[in-house]
């Protein structure tokens, strides 16, 4: 990927542990145009204080656990997605996943975006939903355990991303 001042770059995750991976790439945000994409809760909210207001956006928290909620959530996350994808332009999605991104990485497919998919540690064996659906998306695909190349062939090794 080659990168500069001007490579717009829209990071998005899920929080939690998605987001704890995706903060990982922070350093490239001194590289590239970049916008950051998450989920809006409690523990978000330092993200204003470390990140100018303008770079950072934020999509509804919505768990599956609550599903009939969950269907009006990720649908407008969905609308929101597209706003931010047609306002921003990016030449590049990087995400670790999961719901919250997919998205934002169907969008970017359909419009030619390059999509970088870095699929999460915690899971070294099995496939996430989100995931699946975005592998055959992917310009990269990267997994963090050599056996999930098993599960996902065309991925690369990229080791641990703490």
């Known amino acids: 990927m080659a990168m500069n001042k001007n490579t717009r770059i829209v990071f998005i995750s899920s929080t939690g542990g998605h987001l704890s991976e995706l ?13 950051l994409v998450t989920e809006r809760t409690k523990t978000n909210a ?7 207001a303008d770079r950072i956006s934020f999509l509804q928290y919505g768990t599956k656990a609550h599903l009939f909620r969950y269907l009006f959530v990720f649908a407008f996350n969905i609308l929101k997605s597209w706003y931010l994808f047609l306002k ?19 969008i970017a497919h ?6 970088i998919w870095i ?8 496939p996430t939903r989100a995931g699946k659906m975005i592998y055959p998306l ?10 999930m190349l ?5 991925a690369v090794y990229g080791g641990w991303i703490f």
Not at 88 to 106: Q, S
Not at 138 to 147: M, N, P, R
Request: charged content about 20%; overall charge negative.
């Open 119 to 126: 699929e999460t540690m915690a899971n070294a064996t099995t």
């Open 88 to 106: 921003w332009r990016p030449e590049y999605i990087i995400t670790t996943g999961t719901h919250t991104a997919v998205p934002m990485c169907k």
């Open 46 to 52: 330092r993200l204003q204080e470390q990140y100018p």
């Open 138 to 147: 992917a310009d990269l695909f990267i997994v963090q355990w050599k056996s």
């Open 110 to 115: 359909h419009y030619g975006c390059k999509i």
């Open 150 to 154: 098993e599960v996902y062939p065309n």
């Open 23 to 35: 903060l990982q790439c922070a350093p490239l945000f001194a590289d590239c145009d970049w916008h």
